[in-house]
T-cell receptor
Framework: DAKTTQPPSMDCAEGRAANLPCNHSTISGNEYVYWYRQIHSQGPQYIIH???NNETNEMASLIITEDRKSSTLILPHATLRDTAVYYC???????????FGKGTRLSVIA | DAGVTQSPTHLIKTRGQQVTLRCSPK?????VSWYQQALGQGPQFIFQ???????QRGNFPDRFSGHQFPNYSSELNVNALLLGDSALYLC???????????FGAGSRLTVL
């Protein structure tokens, strides 16, 4: 079973920041937080991951609370192309399989 | 640089038949994982292949089997198809020990 809890859906206005929350209260010390997204009719796409420090790349920022029990994915300027299902996953390093929940369906509205 | 390619993209089978799905990993990747995604659900892990052997397996029956070839490509076979096997089958590749998986667009199987 997935070790994360996410809201089933969210809306965001185009051009605004999208903040997607994720709870992972049972995360263990060696587990990372990963985010993937799945645009309709495509396979999941890696976005970002982190252990305890905040991370930023060209796609998004990941903010992890100090106790590591929750995190937020931030898309700084959402576009219509960001409409997708976003999955938050906790996972060991290396070859451990990804365990997906149902994710958050983000709708970016013009 | 081609990513993960899967074939066929769509197929229709009837109950009791057998199906083979194919996956070519991203260049430089040596590990292939297969996932099943039912409508409205997140992907579920089936198994992972590395060095031509099944390294890990999820909670799927023996009707689901796979193979990895020396060139790292992989096949997923499903025997005795059930209506419940209708799903999107996703292949993901990675470099062993690496953190990031690259997914293909999937093969959509419909069982009638």
């Amino acid at each position: 079973d997935a070790k994360t809890t996410q809201p089933p859906s969210m809306d965001c206005a185009e051009g605004r920041a999208a903040n997607l929350p994720c709870n992972h209260s049972t995360i263990s010390g060696n587990e990372y937080v990963y985010w993937y997204r799945q645009i309709h009719s495509q396979g999941p796409q890696y976005i970002i991951h982190g252990l305890k420090n905040n991370e930023t790349n060209e796609m998004a920022s990941l903010i992890i609370t100090e106790d590591r029990k929750s995190s937020t994915l931030i898309l700084p300027h959402a576009t219509l192309r960001d409409t997708a299902v976003y999955y938050c996953i906790v996972r060991d390093q290396g070859n451990t399989p990804l365990v997906f929940g149902k994710g958050t369906r983000l709708s970016v509205i013009a | 640089d081609a990513g993960v390619t899967q074939s066929p993209t769509h197929l229709i089978k009837t109950r009791g038949q057998q199906v083979t799905l194919r996956c070519s990993p991203k260049s430089g990747h040596d590990t292939v994982s297969w996932y099943q995604q039912a409508l409205g659900q997140g992907p579920q892990f089936i198994f992972q292949y590395y060095e031509e052997e099944e390294r890990q397996r999820g909670n799927f029956p023996d009707r689901f089997s796979g193979h990895q070839f020396p060139n790292y490509s992989s096949e997923l076979n499903v025997n005795a198809l059930l209506l419940g096997d209708s799903a999107l089958y996703l292949c993901a590749s990675s470099l062993s020990g690496a953190n990031v998986l690259t997914f293909g667009a999937g093969s959509r199987l419909t069982v009638l």
